[in-house]
């Protein structure tokens, strides 16, 4: 819900009024403490679900997702991926669980004090920004579920973007997440969507050829991945 304020004499709320947004230092918080609070499928789904919807909630993102990355996996030259604002860790170990390599980052210490407790062998874990991970290696695949469009500061948003892009390697796939919409929309204090159009202005400038949206086809959920591929 938007957040405003009604005038004193009982007119409606002023329709330019800006809502009332999470700074970065308090989103951060909320996220940690809600990673604390929450269940492992409510704290990283849909809090107005119940633990049964989140289940195919993620097992129906998680099958999008391995359509996009293909069934290459191969334990002998497993390859190396990015799982960026990772939560508790479900995309990060399933995909371990499959063969490949993969980081997984999260501002939530306590998310990834999680992660490392339930660790499967070939996923590790950081705390760490989206707009911050500098690891001496580059991924084959940088995947980004439901977490860019909780960042609402603007600057930081585009760092996030630009950061994660920065870490693919030549041939390899960057897929994020987002609504599938033509422009901008704030839906509460901790969730703006950007318009796809921003984003392959942004990622098609940084050497990306784009391939297609995948949406996840999850009942109403108007979300899925932006696909790209580095081809400079």
């Avoid at 947004?21 to 409510?42: I, P, S, T």
């Avoid at 609402?152 to 950061?163: G, I, Q």
Wanted: charged fraction near 25%; glycine fraction near 10%.
């Amino acid at each position: 819900m938007l957040l405003g304020s009604r005038a004193m004499d009982g007119s409606a709320t002023a329709k330019n009024a800006e809502p009332e947004v999470l700074g970065v230092d308090d989103a951060v918080a909320y996220w940690n403490e809600r990673h604390r609070k929450e269940g492992a499928l409510a704290s990283g789904g849909d809090i107005s679900n119940d633990d049964a919807s989140n289940e195919l909630f993620y097992t129906v993102r998680l099958g999008r997702l391995l359509d996009i990355v293909g069934d290459g996996a191969d334990t002998r030259a497993p390859r190396r991926m990015l799982d960026a604002g990772c939560g508790k860790g479900f995309f990060t170990r399933s995909m371990a669980t499959v063969g490949h390599r993969v980081d997984g980052i999260d501002s939530s210490e306590h998310a990834i004090e999680v992660c490392r407790s339930l660790a499967v062998e070939r996923d590790r874990y950081e705390v760490s920004g989206l707009n911050t991970w500098q690891p001496l290696y580059l991924y084959d695949v940088v995947f980004s579920v439901d977490v860019l469009f909780h960042i609402m500061d603007e600057d930081l948003w585009e760092d996030a973007v630009r950061n994660l892009a920065s870490l693919v390697r030549w041939q390899g796939l960057l897929v994020l997440a987002d609504h599938d919409r033509a422009v901008d929309r704030v839906w509460g204090n901790y969730q703006k969507t950007r318009a796809v159009g921003r984003y392959d202005e942004l990622i098609t400038g940084l050497g990306f050829r784009k391939e297609s949206l995948v949406p996840y086809r999850f009942r109403h959920t108007p979300v899925g991945f932006n696909v790209y591929t580095r081809v400079a």
